[in-house]
């Protein structure tokens, strides 16, 4: 029983994130393709382990549109693309490292996973801001294993 609660209280907190991820999203999503990565000034670190494939995303500290990185997040979708859940991490200096994390293990059964990197300019530039972010982490990694 202590154990369903838990379950319970973990997938509220998820669902949440989600719908506050999606409120506060506002900024134009740029999806990344494994070719776009140097020219935009990000990187790309994958490693392949026994129990699934570890992806790490960074980026420059400053968009292209000179906004700063300010938000990471990791966000789960069903089959038809939509936000189902997820969660996101503000930084509030500008001494961090704009990178996100995540952990596909091989056992996933969800449609796709995405993560992104949120730049966000201040408040008389809103529309300049930009979302950076693998749209399907699975789909990311292999291809680049196939464009080597």
């Given at each position: 029983m202590r154990q369903a609660i838990k379950a319970l209280?973990?997938?509220g907190?998820?669902?949440l994130s989600?719908?506050?991820?999606?409120?506060?999203?506002?900024?134009?999503?740029?999806?990344l393709a494994p070719s776009d990565l140097n020219e935009l000034g990000f990187s790309v670190e994958i490693v392949r382990e026994r129990a699934g494939i570890d992806l790490t995303?960074?980026?420059?500290?400053?968009?292209?549109?000179?906004?700063?990185?300010?938000?990471?997040?990791?966000?789960?979708?069903?089959?038809?693309?939509?936000?189902?859940?997820?969660?996101s991490t503000y930084w509030a200096v500008d001494?961090?490292?704009?990178?996100?994390?995540?952990?596909?293990?091989?056992?996933?059964?969800?449609?796709?996973m995405a993560v992104y990197l949120d730049y966000l300019c201040p408040a008389d530039r809103l529309a300049d801001g930009r979302r950076y972010g693998i749209r399907d982490v699975k789909a990311?990694?292999?291809?680049?294993?196939?464009?080597?």
């Open positions: 209280f973990a997938a907190v998820i669902l989600a719908a506050a991820v999606r409120a506060e999203g506002g900024v134009e999503a740029v999806w995303l960074r980026g420059p500290r400053t968009g292209p549109n000179s906004c700063s990185a300010r938000r990471s997040g990791i966000v789960l979708l069903d089959v038809d693309g939509q936000e189902v859940a997820g969660g001494s961090e490292e704009p990178r996100v994390h995540a952990f596909l293990g091989d056992g996933w059964r969800f449609p796709k990311f990694v292999e291809a680049s294993e196939r464009d080597g």
